[in-house]
């Protein structure tokens, strides 16, 4: 059968079914870009993170190696006294 023998409410229809297959194509490339948006986001703020992190372990390091330095210069007594 063609589309000539077809009604006028069926061709409707048809026409109806294609628009919402486009609109449920065009939907699901929008997903995808807010998909692709979100983890480009979350890289960024992982990112941030990691640099602050690295940053607050490096002041942990920092403290770490002054009161190795303070502890090396004192003997046990002198510790323990304090």
Known sequence: RGLSQLSLTTLYKA????????????????????????MERQGSFLQALHADNKQLLGLEDAKLERMRAWFSSRNLTEVEDD
Request: no cysteine; glycine share 0%; charged share 30%.
């Open 15 to 38: 026409f109806k079914a294609k628009l919402a297959s486009r609109e449920t194509a065009h939907q699901h490339l929008l997903m995808t870009a807010w998909e692709l948006e979100e």
